[in-house]
């Protein structure tokens, strides 16, 4: 028989509500009921929620008012078992056992593929809870409930979740569009000043690479971030899920088989830092490391022009980011500084070709291929001084 060639195309699409509401366990509030529908038996939806337990133990009595809220929704969605609490930080993401327990309990309660799993709390609670609802069953439907600005504004309304297994960060996800997001407001001023900023830095981030309008805003706004105001922070977050939509929803690849990851400027070091600082530096604060680098270099090659680094650097600190970390001056053995393995670990990542996003101007963005390692120590120093 002669070879045979078939090409399979398919195409699906996703949607998914993202809503910014208050209170969303207020039995009039149908934010959350409103996305459980009934399943393909007509049959009442059922759902178990997940709850990060730095925001339960800021929040008493949350969970009676969740089971309060689906017992005034029983017509609509079941509640399959009380609400389940979960090791809020980035720890989490490192047990692989905390997955096995989350399957177990799955198989437990006999959830189906049109249960849902509501998962309430900062990013990292979203991410390993996420990672195990999108393997039992192939993927369940999961609600997501960030409680952080760092969550709401980036985290929540992407489409990956991650685990940091064998050493390193995020080494291992899987891309799953969530079945809807809701971002409620009223759980932010819980959050400790240090939780509170870092959301600030994916802002930044996004700002640079896409929006001056959004910069001059962040720039406009960066003390009273830091002085807790909630009114400012809540139009910062609104902006920057935009942006992070927008580009998921327009780059032609929400799923990254390309070679770029342009929302992922300032994070190859970012990455590198978490991790050898076993996790003490957060996210969000290795982030603002993580542009401040990058936009030196920006600076250094000609991308960026002086006032407009000084305005980022000023930017971050007013929102009271420390800009130089001292894992930025650690040196191997081979005298190579160790920030820079952040930059194999993308390489691997995207193939063996690197490609990094670095501003070209503010909203602006290009892509490199190679970079120059000697430049990026000298950045790395003169860090030190800001
Ligand atoms: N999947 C993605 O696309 C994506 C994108 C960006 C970041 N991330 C990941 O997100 C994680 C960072 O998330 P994060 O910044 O939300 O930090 P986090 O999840 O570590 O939460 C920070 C701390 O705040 C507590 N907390 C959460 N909400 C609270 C509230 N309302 N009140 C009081 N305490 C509260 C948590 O218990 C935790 O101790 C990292 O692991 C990062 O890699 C994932
Ligand atoms: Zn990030």
């Known amino acids: 028989m002669s070879d045979r060639f078939y090409k399979q195309v398919l195409t699906v699409e996703f949607e998914y509500p993202v809503v910014f509401t208050r209170n969303v366990f207020d039995p009039g509030n149908t934010s959350l009921a409103g996305v459980m529908l009934p399943t393909s038996s007509g049959r009442c939806a059922r759902a178990v929620v997940f709850v990060d337990s730095g925001v339960a133990s800021c929040h008493p009595g949350l969970s009676d008012r969740i089971q309060a809220y689906f017992a005034a929704h029983a017509t609509e969605v079941e509640l399959a078992e009380a609400p389940r609490e979960v090791p809020g930080g980035e720890a989490i993401k490192g047990e692989l056992g905390f ?10 309660l ?9 998962a309430l709390g900062g990013g990292a609670v979203l991410d390993a809870v996420g990672f195990a609802a999108s393997l039992f069953h192939r993927g369940l439907r999961l609600v997501r409930l960030p409680t952080t600005v760092l969550a709401q504004n980036d985290v929540g309304v992407g489409v990956k979740n991650a685990m940091n297994l064998s050493g390193g960060k995020n080494t291992v996800g899987t891309f799953s569009p969530p079945w809807a997001v809701i971002n409620d407001f009223a759980f932010l001023p819980t959050l400790t000043d240090e939780h509170w900023i870092n959301g600030a830095a994916e802002a930044f981030k996004v700002a640079i690479i896409r929006d001056a309008a959004f910069f001059e805003f962040l720039l406009r706004h960066a003390g009273q971030f830091k002085a807790r105001a ?14 992070h939509l927008e580009h998921i929803r327009t780059s032609g690849d929400p799923f990254e088989f390309g070679r770029a990851r342009p929302l ?9 830092l978490e991790a050898m600082s076993g996790y003490r530096i957060s996210h969000g604060q290795a982030v603002a490391t993580g542009i401040a680098l990058d936009s030196c270099y920006a600076l250094r090659q000609g991308w960026l022009s002086e006032p407009e680094y000084r305005n980022i650097c ?13 894992e930025l001056a650690e ?24 490609h990094l996003t670095f501003p070209r101007g503010i909203g602006r963005r290009m892509e490199v291929s ?15 001084g800001c």
């Open 99 to 108: 997955v096995r327990d989350v399957i177990g309990f799955f198989v437990d």
């Open 110 to 118: 006999e959830l189906c593929r049109h249960s849902y799993v509501v």
């Open 230 to 243: 909630q009114e400012p922070m809540e139009q910062l977050i609104i902006r920057c899920a935009e942006l």
């Open 264 to 272: 992922d400027f300032g994070h190859w070091s970012a990455h590198r």
């Open 314 to 326: 000023r930017g971050l600190k007013e929102c009271g980011f420390a800009l130089w970390r001292p």
């Open 331 to 354: 040196a191997g053995a081979d005298g190579r500084l160790k920030i820079l393995g952040g930059l194999e670990s993308f390489r691997q990542h995207l193939g063996g070709q690197l």
């Open 370 to 384: 190679e970079v120059d390692e000697a430049l990026i120590a000298e950045c790395a120093e003169s860090l030190k």
